[in-house]
């Protein structure tokens, strides 16, 4: 076995730009399937069967099948529907789908974490119900969401390299590209590797200072 | 809906369905031992323990899991370890499913009322004697709804080793559909049977609860109330 | 019996302990008393070494825990060598750590098999007899759950006898229990000390201290403020922290 990093230098340019898809793609599904979230969680628990059923069967198909699986039908079922996407917009389309479930869940905690009686306060004042949502209810599951909304948005980074299945040129995709040309599998693997850990690591420091702030916030709120 | 289609590829599928069930029981059969010494090493009092076994859990937890199959599929042969298809796809699942495995242990191990260890302690009950029989009695309720929804994202996650050239369930699925141009029909087969997996394991998981919580006495809701 | 000598414990930078010294002699009755936070149960554990103390001896039964003497050089002993020495010391707490998922039975039986080697026979008519002793003699198939606090803390006493220890350490043993259950709890101690048991106790049950102790320390900041027996340190304490501390307690008390 002779290691060469050595050819860091060559492959470098390659897998930087793979890196720069991975966190566009990343922050496309974040973007994309956090607020789709927050309609799953309110619908998921409505009062209206018609709203919630088709959402709770959803919910079981989408969190019981691979989430490959769920790429695969974005990206060969919808062209015969006739919806034919490029990649990139097909990996965020079935990343969203899946995420938005995921998100939904967590939501849907912090959701329930709200005394119902701030619901029946803001009826009382007489605001409307999208009013209360968005100034009442919401603000007040943050403390509870930040954390384990932090938490899955590292599944969405991680999960960023299935997209590679559909020939969309992100960093494990990027990796495999050069490692197939160069020989050199196990140095790229740990160059990308080293990437991911790093993205991971930001997240991270993003999680670790949402929980100091929930921890602050949702101590102050209560009484 | 083309049925006939369907039963023409029906034994590749059935094939794939095999491999895929073969290679979630291998690697949740692997990994959950490594998980438990794992979740021990991280308590340990000995660093030379913990700090290799933190190290292990926490990489492994932040890479992409597809990132471990390619390091077991192409970079091995580059140090002279040449595994087939299926055995590379076992090793990188296992070394990753371990590592979130332990992570689930640990939060069992650590949930148990640290009481208990002092009173374990004090009475002189040797290690692994007080794990046996009273840190692990307790530890496993709590650690096993998380293990199955893990168990659970195990099975999802075997569907990577299709793009490590396994003829697993998704592999056969995408085959039929690139040589028939008929999506729906095969990805809704795919999707059932990978449904009926997580069902099972899901009903597997309400059974164990329901057996655990008759054998610790607690009420139970539902159904299981009436059967009592 | 024990020797406790210049104890000094720290938790990183915390001082709990400083510089304790102890004597407790065979059959005697050994109050610690001091407000929470004092230190008095941390001394506790350091007596077991379910603390290790950072500096200081503790000798129980005239043998060194701890720490072995080999060839005339000193050396911190080892897991096993520690769990016999932990074998001879019981352990009674305040929140009774029961094995929730064995019965009282089990609960008593399970160290002297693991430990002591004995039969499952033998161990079970150890129990018995013990749980008998304890008032539970009826209650040898029921889990902790099923059992009041003051029951549960019987069981937990009877465990530690079970070990046939040379000394018992009680820390706060009656702090957890409803008003009402605290007495059936200080009963059984009672029997033990006229039984000639060696015991250390933590408590703050002044009442128990001054009847049944032979001696009683006062702890505050993590050091022994004033000692004696508790005709005088109860009655007419030496100093004012003693002093400020007892009116405190038999103002609440009252």
């Known amino acids: 076995m002779n290691l060469d990093f050595g050819i860091i230098a060559v492959v470098w340019p390659a897998l930087l730009q793979g890196s720069l898809v991975t966190i566009q793609l990343t922050l496309a599904v974040l973007v994309c399937a956090t607020p789709l979230a927050v309609l799953v969680a309110l619908g998921r628990d409505s009062r209206l069967p018609a709203v919630r059923l088709p959402l709770a069967v959803m919910s079981a198909i989408l969190r019981g099948i691979p989430p490959l699986l769920v790429l695969f039908i974005v990206f060969f079922g919808l062209p015969p529907a006739g919806l034919a996407l490029d990649p990139f917009p097909s990996a965020v389309l079935a990343m969203t789908c899946y995420m938005a479930f995921y998100f939904g869940e967590v939501f849907r905690g912090g959701l329930q974490s709200v005394p119902p009686d701030q619901w029946r306060a803001a009826d009382a004042l007489g605001l409307k119900r999208s009013r209360t949502v968005v100034r009442i209810i919401l603000p007040q599951t943050l403390p509870a969401v930040l954390p384990p909304y932090i938490s899955h948005a590292t599944e969405v980074l991680k999960g960023t390299a299935l997209a590679t299945a559909v020939a969309v040129p992100e960093l494990t995709s990027a990796a495999r590209q050069v490692f197939v040309v160069t020989f050199r599998p196990f140095e790229v693997l740990m160059v990308a590797a080293v990437i991911y850990a790093v993205l991971d690591g930001i997240l991270l420091a993003l999680q670790h200072a949402g929980e100091r702030w929930a921890a602050r916030t949702g101590t102050s709120t209560r009484y | ?228 | 019996m024990v020797e406790v000598r210049n104890l000094k414990k720290q938790f990183g930078s915390l001082v709990a302990v400083e510089d304790v010294s102890l004597s407790v002699k065979a059959g005697e009755v050994f109050a610690i008393i001091g407000a929470s936070g004092s230190g008095k149960s941390t001394i506790l554990k350091c007596i077991n070494f379910l603390e290790p103390p950072t500096a200081g001896e503790i000798w129980v039964d005239g043998r060194r825990v701890g720490v072995v003497q080999t060839g005339g050089r000193l050396r911190p002993a080892r897991a096993s060598e520690l769990r016999l020495s932990r074998a001879e010391i019981g352990m009674v707490f305040q929140n009774f750590n029961l094995f929730p998922h064995f019965t009282a039975l089990q609960n008593v039986i399970e160290a002297p098999m693991a430990v002591r080697g004995l039969s499952r026979r033998d161990a079970v008519d150890l129990a018995k007899e013990l749980l008998d002793r304890v008032g539970l003699g009826d209650k040898f198939d029921e889990h902790p759950r099923r059992l009041s606090g003051g029951q549960q803390q019987r069981v937990a006493i009877a465990r530690a006898l079970a070990m046939r220890p040379k000394v018992m350490l009680m820390d706060e043993v009656t702090s957890a229990l409803d008003p009402e259950l605290v007495e059936e709890v200080l009963g059984v101690m009672k029997t033990l000390a006229r039984d000639g048991m060696t015991m250390l106790v933590v408590t703050h049950e002044m009442a128990f201290a001054r009847d049944v102790a032979n001696s009683v320390v006062f702890v505050d900041g993590g050091r022994v403020v004033e000692q004696g027996p508790p005709s005088e340190l109860l009655r007419a304490p030496q100093e004012a922290r003693t002093k400020a501390f007892l009116q405190r307690i038999l103002r609440t008390d009252a």
């Open chain 2, 1 to 228: 809906m083309r049925i006939d289609l369907l039963m023409d590829y029906w034994p590749a599928i059935w094939n794939g369905f095999l491999i895929t069930v073969l290679l979630s029981f291998v690697v949740l059969a692997l990994s959950t031992p490594i998980a438990f010494f794992l979740a021990l090493a991280r308590q340990s009092q000995f660093a030379m323990l913990r700090w290799p076994a933190t190290v292990y859990v926490n990489v492994f937890r932040a890479l992409p899991v597809l990132i471990v199959l390619y390091f077991a599929f192409y970079a091995l042969p580059q140090f002279g370890m040449s595994l087939s298809a299926f055995q590379a796809a076992t090793a990188g699942l296992v070394i990753a499913s371990s590592a979130y495995l332990a992570e689930d242990i640990r939060a069992g191990l650590a949930a148990v009322d640290p009481g208990q260890r002092q009173a374990a302690t004090a009475l002189g009950i040797p290690y692994w004697r007080a794990l046996r029989r009273i840190y692990l009695p307790q530890a496993i309720p709590i650690s096993l709804p998380p293990y199955i929804t893990r168990a659970i994202i195990i099975v999802k996650g075997t569907a990577l080793a299709s793009l490590v050239a396994v003829n697993d369930l998704t592999a056969e699925a995408v085959r039929a559909i690139s040589i028939t141009y008929r999506p729906y029909e095969f990805l809704a087969v795919a999707a059932a049977l990978y449904l009926l997996i997580n069902a099972l394991l899901a009903v597997l998981q309400s059974l164990a609860e329901r057996r655990i919580a008759l054998k610790h006495g607690r009420v139970v809701a539902g159904p299981a109330t009436v059967v009592q």
